[in-house]
């Protein structure tokens, strides 16, 4: 199982721009790149997924290097409702399951944005 | 998309009872898990509820104690058995549809 690592918290104010980098050393071919996001008191919520270059949605881009690495979130023009947990996960079948293609939930990154 | 429900929300329960949470889903989907989140930890796998047949326990996780069942696509309930104040945490449902995984709000429980 790929491992992953994130800085464990960020710091921002509204209307910059914050990109998390997680770092997956160890990405196996066929391996997919996931970032969920957590409020208090709810359950993850699925931000976006890539495998290579770049992917953007309404939400968020995701910028993954020629080695992959590692990939970086970056979310335009963060406000005060983006303070949460961001979670960067790793797997061949871009979810979490059990068994060898079971995925681990990491610490994730604590962003905090300030007004 | 799948949107998730889970019953009941929240509980405060008593040790040594027990306690059955539901989760629903829109859609009939295949993959189906139990998640854990203790108090300002990240999720941990419980299981993998699987639909006719017996669910799959992550390492640290037995059926004695987290009996699941899945009666159809939809449906699931974990069950927290023989409860003691280390089960308080939030258990989350979630599942796979298409290539992507959706989580349930959770059901935050506390044992006293």
């Known amino acids: 199982l790929a491992k992953t690592t994130q800085p464990i918290s960020m710091d921002s104010y509204e209307g910059q721009e914050v990109n998390i980098t997680c770092s997956h050393n160890n990405i196996a071919t066929n391996d997919y790149i996931t970032w969920y996001q957590q409020f208090p008191s709810q359950g993850p919520r699925f931000i976006i997924q890539g495998y290579k270059t770049k992917v953007t949605n309404e939400v968020a881009s995701l910028f993954i290097p020629a080695d992959r690495k590692s990939s970086t979130l970056s979310l335009p023009r963060v406000s005060l409702s983006d303070t949460a947990v961001y979670y960067c996960l790793v797997g061949d079948n871009g979810y979490s399951g059990g068994g060898a293609d079971g995925l681990t939930f990491g610490k994730g990154t604590h962003l905090i944005i300030q007004p | 998309s799948a949107v998730i429900s889970q019953k009941p929300s929240r509980d405060i329960c008593q040790r040594g009872t027990s306690l059955t949470i539901q989760c629903q889903v829109d859609?009939?989907?295949?993959?189906m898990f139990w998640y854990r989140q203790q108090p300002g930890q990240s999720l941990t796998l419980i299981a993998t509820a699987n639909q006719g047949s017996e669910a799959t326990y992550e390492s640290g996780f037995v059926i004695d104690k987290f009996p699941i069942s899945r009666p159809n696509l939809t449906f699931s309930t974990l069950t927290v058995s023989n409860m003691s104040p280390e089960d308080s945490s939030i258990y989350l449902c979630s599942v796979v549809a298409g290539e992507t995984q959706y989580f349930g709000p959770g059901t935050r429980l506390l044992v006293l």
């Open positions: 859609s009939q989907v295949t993959m």
